[in-house]
């Protein structure tokens, strides 16, 4: 990251633990972003409907991995984790310098903290109500994957107009930007052509992934009144 970018975190970048700390940050970062493509990606089957149930079918070859378990906790749950815990500890440490260097990258440093914050919020609504934390009306049913989480989404206003709107902008941001400033991290954009080149990569996946989240969310609207038919038929 160029200096003009970020500010050091001056006392604890001394600390010997600190670099292995920080690569570790990045890389569980690079993972949960690899999952989140993925996830953009199945949920936007969404939008080819429910005969046949393509989304379904997608959940199910998922369902049907073996070692789901172990999969899910080490390259989905252990990642987001490790890099929320210690993004955290980066937040607290580190202060925004858009007032120093009114520049874009400025911008999108204080950004990536401000979606960090929003995707904590985020991430713990979306995984607990789908897991039935907040009530059945938002819980996920793996076997009634569309209708349930048609449901889900379009329980409330709020949810759909404010919550996965912002939720999966937020997601979509974080991620591209954090695989812009991944790849300074680890030397592989070392020029500023180079950095621009991914540049417009980053910019391509934010758009890609931006497009496949509200493909899904679209999807919602669409099929809102046969999923909650279908529901309530179930009952
Ligand atoms: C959708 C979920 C998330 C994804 C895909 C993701 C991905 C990434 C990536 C790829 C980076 C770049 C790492 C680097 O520059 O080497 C990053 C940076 C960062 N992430 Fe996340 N992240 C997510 C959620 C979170 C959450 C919940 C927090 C909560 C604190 C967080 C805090 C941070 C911080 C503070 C940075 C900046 C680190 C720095 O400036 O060096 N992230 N993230």
């Known amino acids: 990251m160029s200096s003009a970018v970020a500010l050091p975190v001056a006392t604890a970048s001394s600390h010997p633990g600190y670099f292995l700390l920080r690569r ?7 993972l949960f972003g690899l999952y989140l493509c993925v996830h953009l990606l199945v949920n936007a089957t969404l939008i080819q409907g429910r005969n046949p149930d393509v989304f379904q079918a997608q959940v199910n070859k998922i369902h049907d991995l073996p070692f789901l378990l ?16 210690f993004g955290i500890y980066i937040m607290t440490n580190g202060r925004p310098n858009v007032g120093s ?51 889900h989404v379009q329980a409330n206003p709020f949810l759909y107009l404010i919550v996965y709107p912002l939720g999966v902008i937020a997601g979509t941001f974080h991620l591209a930007n954090g695989f ?32 496949c989240g509200f493909t899904a969310l679209v999807a919602t609207f669409i099929h809102k009144k046969a999923a909650f038919a279908a529901v309530a038929g179930a009952q």
Request: hydrophobic residues 55%.
């Open 24 to 30: 570790l940050q990045s890389l569980t970062g690079i």
């Open 180 to 211: 812009w400033t991944a790849a300074i991290a680890w030397g592989l954009t070392v020029s500023k052509e180079a950095q621009n080149r991914w540049g417009w990569v980053c910019l391509g996946l934010f758009l890609f992934t931006t497009a």
């Open 70 to 85: 172990m999969i899910e906790m080490s390259l989905i749950f252990a990642p987001i984790v490790v890099h929320a815990l």
């Open 101 to 151: 260097y009114p520049h874009i990258k400025n911008w999108f440093y204080l950004l990536q903290r401000v979606s960090a914050v929003a995707l904590l919020a985020f991430i713990f609504f979306h995984v607990g109500g789908m897991y039935g934390w907040f009530g059945e009306w938002l819980t996920f049913d793996k076997d009634r994957a569309f209708d349930s989480t048609v449901r």
